[in-house]
């Protein structure tokens, strides 16, 4: 099996991890239901793809590198996106899905750069364990440290979507 290291950055990841079947409605719905910040549970699957463990203390500075951003720039674009997803019906519909397109491409820079702010935040140590019970190692420390209660199938679609990752690889 490859190394995603090598030859596959953060946001590369993120992306084709993302269009996997079933995985960006299960983040969606982690969001918006248990208030997880997908840009970190990305990151720590992303970790343990790369073979690496992401330690409580790392998800901790993680968090706090980006939680300026995140809730200054990320969630109210994301806010705005969405209210023009339904007000915009009402009040000059084509204006509005014009204006809701580039405030989306907005919204994915400023979750690419927040991704930027993740990777150069922690310094990720390799550990000599298979990647997919690292991957399963890092989602348990973030849920532990932040979640709470969350659904649990929206969780296992993510393992189930990093099983199928690692299979391609």
Not at 68 to 82: M, N
Not at 94 to 99: E, F, K, R, S, V
Request: proline share 2%; glycine share 6%.
């Amino acid at each position: 099996m490859k190394s995603l290291a090598s030859d596959q950055d953060f946001w590369t990841f993120s992306m084709h991890f993302y269009a996997l079947p079933g995985v960006a409605a299960a983040c969606v719905a982690l969001q918006d239901k248990g208030g997880v910040d997908v840009n970190l549970l990305l990151f720590a699957v992303w970790s343990g793809m790369t073979g690496c463990a992401f330690r409580a203390d790392q998800i901790t500075a993680a968090d706090d590198a980006c939680r300026s951003w995140r809730d200054g720039v990320i969630i109210p674009l994301r806010t705005a996106r969405r209210t023009l997803k339904m007000a915009g019906r009402r009040h000059n519909p084509a204006a509005a899905a014009q204006l809701r397109t580039r405030i989306g491409e907005a919204e994915i820079e400023a979750e690419r750069l927040q991704q930027l702010m993740l990777a150069a935040s922690v310094s990720l140590e390799h550990i000599d364990r298979p990647q997919l019970t690292l991957v399963f190692e890092n989602l348990d420390a973030y849920c532990i440290q932040y979640l709470g209660l969350i659904d649990c199938t929206d969780l296992e679609v993510i393992r189930s979507a990093s099983q199928t990752f690692l299979d391609a690889c």
